[in-house]
């Protein structure tokens, strides 16, 4: 039978999938959050426009027997909702750089508006992308309990985003004028760096991130307009916890807290779960206030 | 450009030039259309049959508390907090849950039992022990005020001691409201769950609304000493630029401690009596949809004044009521709307422009310049903002 | 006269950069210091190692016989020390009256302040000091729409009033036309009657109006300490200063 050490391992497996969720959801606001100074309180709704992205492709266009729909869909994905984040770069935030706490408020205010659309638009019942079949099943790991193929596929997907994004950062031309204006806004611009251009390419690159991880999550969650509020609550929870301003980061804050909340929430239940990683993030922000890679002030 | 030693312009002590222009604790204005709004109120409750639109005003007098705590700590002293409605649902449900259980005791289900119905629900036979106290209604409403100012008490020293402010502490809160309303809704046999906790005998009449409009006077008159004072402009120095304020001796996480709590108080109170007075509360009350939704009112209103959450309020929800029945899902759309609108365009929100407006036509002494000033102004400050990543100047 | 200041072996990392190397420093109650040096030679460092902003990797910081090294910024205020940065800090919605009153010196707990506004001597304290910064026709004005110049002064003003042994001034001129540069070192001149300042400042116009004694520093430590006649003559200064500022 299974034991429950069986179970525990399968749980901590399953984490990793989980850890991989929050690393690709959370790459995109930190990019934004790290070269911006702003937090995007709409990136949930992002996310779930790149899931109908999935489900439309899907349902309207290819049909369900295609087999390559996902990797449409990404790429579809990330230019639908990049191309939203740059409508609402240009019409809102580019006026309230200097005021971060206020851009909380007004993407809330997107988000809600995108929501609201949703719902009018497809109807809030919950809606089904399914899995490409070629990603069906998976790998049997202890006697009856698999591993999906498609877990598997969500790990590969987002170490090669955060591969990709960490070449662009750091290997590219444009990376480097991106470091170079998170470092010191002030003198980037001085040499001759077009820093409100920077700006919205990064807004509009993480948006498009987040258009991809709702893409890849669509088929193994339940696509509805109010879908992608948690997944940015977690996302922001990864950032206060990771630290911004670097992509291990992400990486260490997505691992802790997709760790631990699936293992904890797996002992206990969601919400104690939950509440748990939420003290042990408030915890480890006493000690390092700017998260585990931030920049930490000196007191 | 004045010029060294010009010693001309400077009159002795007591002459025009050095008075100082300050509004008085309570304006003549404010007094006046204070007591005309309670009398109206008070009056209209001992006179009216339609009980509908005074619970209505109830609600909304609770909801301006709400607001004028949120004003406090976010257009006052800069903390914008996402989760202040962790405060208020906590208050809420100590009340609510108290006067379910008494209640119940008097009103027995049709199974007989004398628990509260959403727990029969749930298969639980008896109280459980632990929520016997809440038997007292004085207990509960202790409890009521008293957790959630200790909660917040506990917050402050883990976050503003620690100089996490700004955007970090506002993700924390919305976690934190989020979590709430998760095991509001989890913990379904203890707080009603998805269903919230209704029918339990809310107090109603006028009686009790003029005690609304007591505590509502109350906390207004407060909230305007604090901020008339010193400790108010500390505050206002706090938000503008906290690290000058440090290094001009101020012990600023204390502050900041010091006024959320007692913005953690008035929101708990307003719960309290929002619960008693409405008959219905649930996880919606907690969560961090009404949590940022106060804050816009807030800011319609006008933040950094004290009349502007209840004006905010009072609009924005009044306007809800008698729209959103017949726009329904578009609505939503309008308040998604109005939350980008008053960032971009309403800064000061009504009140504050009309104050704005009222101020050049006294005659500010800077004249036809304001607006280039203003213009000069932000755009450095804008600058220095953007320098630091959004965060006060610092420097190494 | 007695020391106020000493600096001992003070050595501060930055990312992992050393700024300031095993500093020795030391002032004298009622002395105007002016210091000096090219660009990174750690002079704003030293002023935010004083006024507790950072704690040092090594050494020691003496403030009237007490060990202040490592302290918090509040509580070295409280000794003493004030200090105003490069940009001008202050409090932008806040009238110009209300930016020095909240800067008055007195208890800053929460509680002590709760019923009152401002005490009649206070207020003339505050007018004086208003008269000495010259914007006392600016008063009721929210200190954001001051001139860049009236903002420094401002700041000048607020660190006056918090009445400090010690007043750490950080370019205090910069962003000035000449004759806004000429009234601050007045300005300052005045101020360093009745306290001990110590001045970073660039300008050597402004260097010439009102110093006296002089140190350089240089990759974070003293290269040259004296009169400002002598030290202008030295070969090593020059050498390092060689094309950036003008004097002659």
């Not at chain 1, 899931?51 to 027997?65: K, T, W």
């Not at chain 1, 977690?234 to 630290?243: A, E, F, T």
């Not at chain 1, 797996?266 to 585990?292: H, M, S």
């Amino acid at each position: 039978m299974i034991t429950f050490q069986d179970q525990i391992f399968m749980q901590f497996l399953t984490g990793f999938s989980v850890v991989a969720i929050l690393m690709i959801a959370a790459t995109g606001l930190a990019i934004i959050f790290g070269v911006c100074g702003v937090i995007n309180m709409a990136h949930g709704e992002f996310i779930m426009i790149g899931a109908y992205c999935s489900y439309l492709l899907r349902e309207y266009i290819v049909g369900p027997n295609f087999a390559y729909t996902l990797f449409l869909a990404i790429p579809l994905a990330f230019a639908i909702v990049g191309l939203i984040g740059l409508l609402v770069e240009r019409t809102i935030i580019r006026w309230i750089y200097d005021r971060p706490l206020e851009t909380l408020l007004a993407t809330w205010g997107v988000g809600i508006i995108l929501q609201v659309v949703a719902k009018l638009v497809f109807g809030s019942e919950l809606k089904e992308a399914k899995v490409p079949h070629i990603l069906d099943g998976g790998v049997r790991v202890i006697r009856f309990l698999q591993f999906p193929y498609y877990r598997m596929f969500l790990i590969v997907v987002a170490i090669v985003l955060l591969a990709l994004t960490f070449y662009i950062i750091f290997k590219t031309d444009f990376g480097l004028k991106v470091r170079a204006v998170r470092r010191n806004r002030r003198i980037a611009s001085c040499l001759g760096i077009d820093t409100a251009k920077i700006d919205m390419t990064i807004f509009v690159f993480g948006s498009g991130l987040a258009g991809v991880a709702g893409a890849v999550l669509a088929p193994i969650k339940t696509v509805s307009p109010s879908m992608g509020f948690n997944y940015a609550v977690d996302s922001y929870m990864v950032l206060v916890l990771g630290g911004v301003g670097n992509l291990w980061g992400v990486a260490a804050g997505g691992g802790i807290i997709g760790e631990a909340e699936t293992v904890l929430s797996f002992l206990t239940n969601n919400v104690i779960g939950r509440l748990l990683v939420f003290l042990f993030i408030v915890i480890i922000i006493r000690v390092v206030p700017r998260g585990i890679f931030g920049y930490q002030e000196r007191r | 450009m004045e010029k060294v030693g010009e010693k001309q312009r400077i009159q002795p002590a007591g002459g025009k030039q050095r008075r100082i222009r300050r509004t008085p604790l309570i304006p003549w204005w404010a007094l006046i259309g204070g007591a005309a709004v309670v009398a109206a109120i008070g009056a209209y409750g001992e006179t009216s049959a339609n009980n509908y639109l005074l619970s209505l005003l109830g609600k909304f007098l609770c909801y301006a508390i709400f607001a004028l705590s949120i004003d406090l700590i976010w257009g006052f002293t800069g903390i914008l907090s996402l989760g202040q409605a962790v405060y208020f649902g906590i208050g809420a449900y100590f009340v609510a849950l108290s006067l379910k259980i008494n209640y119940a005791l008097t009103h027995p289900t049709r199974y007989g039992g004398k628990i509260p119905d959403f727990m029969e629900w749930n298969g639980l036979k008896v109280l459980p022990r632990f929520m016997e106290p809440l038997m007292s209604l004085p207990f509960a409403i202790a409890c009521a005020l008293i957790v959630p100012t200790l909660l917040a008490l506990l917050f402050g020293v883990i976050t503003f001691k620690r100089h996490i402010y700004g955007v970090y502490c506002a993700v924390i809160t919305l976690a934190e409201s989020l979590i709430l309303q998760d095991a509001i809704i989890e913990y379904q046999a203890y707080t009603g769950g998805f269903n919230g906790i209704t029918d339990y005998g809310n107090i109603t009449g006028p009686v009790f609304m003029w005690f609304i409009l007591a505590v509502t006077v109350v906390f207004f008159v407060l909230a305007r000493l604090l901020t008339h004072s010193r400790v108010g402009t500390v505050l206002k120095s706090i938000r503008d630029n906290d690290v000058r304020a440090e290094f001009m001796g101020y012990n600023v996480a204390n502050y900041r401690i010091f006024v959320f709590c007692l913005s953690a108080f008035m929101a708990a109170a307003a719960g309290a009596m929002y619960a008693a007075w409405v008959g219905l509360i649930s996880f919606l009350d907690a969560g961090p949809g009404f949590s940022i939704e106060a804050v816009i009112w807030t800011a319609v209103g006008g933040r950094g004044t004290i009349i502007g959450p209840f004006v905010g309020t009072f609009l924005v929800r009044g306007a809800s009521f008698f729209l959103s029945g017949v726009l329904a899902d578009w609505w939503q759309l309008i308040m998604g709307g109005l939350f980008i609108f008053v960032v971009l365009f309403m800064r000061d929100g009504i009140v504050g422009t009309i104050g704005n407006w009222w101020r050049r036509q006294r005659g500010a002494t800077y004249g036809g310049l304001v607006e280039e000033a203003d213009r000069q102004a932000h755009d450095l400050q804008a600058e220095w903002q953007r320098d630091s990543g959004g965060a006060p100047t610092r420097e190494i | 006269m007695a020391t106020l200041l000493e600096i001992k072996g003070l050595t501060t990392k930055v990312s992992g950069y050393t700024i300031l190397n095993n500093l020795d420093f030391s002032m004298e109650e009622n002395e105007l210091r002016v210091l000096l040096g090219p660009n990174g030679a750690g002079k704003t460092t030293l002023i935010s190692m004083i006024t507790g902003q950072y704690k040092p990797h090594s050494g020691t910081i003496h403030f009237a016989g007490r060990d202040i090294t490592g302290w918090a910024p509040d509580e070295i205020f409280k000794v003493g020390i004030s200090r105003k940065f490069q940009v001008p800090n202050m409090y932008e919605t806040l009238s110009v009256f209300d930016n020095v009153m909240v800067s008055l010196q007195g208890p800053r707990k929460v509680f002590a302040y709760l019923w009152t506004r401002v005490k009649p001597a206070e207020a003339e304290r505050i007018w004086e000091i208003l008269e000495l910064i010259g914007l006392e026709g600016k008063a009721n004005d929210p200190a954001d729409t001051l001139s860049h110049g009236e903002r420094q002064w401002l700041e000048l003003g607020m660190l006056v009033a918090s009445n400090p042994k010690l007043l750490l001034l950080d370019e205090p001129t910069t962003g000035m036309t000449d004759e806004g540069k000429h009234r601050t070192a007045e300005l300052i001149r005045r101020i360093a009657q009745s306290h001990t300042v110590l001045l970073v400042e660039h300008d050597m116009h402004v260097v010439r109006q009102i110093a006296e004694k002089v140190t350089v520093l240089h990759q974070g430590q003293r290269l040259a300490e004296g009169p400002l006649a002598e030290v202008v003559q030295d070969e090593t200064v020059r050498a390092v200063y060689l094309g950036k500022g003008k004097f002659s």
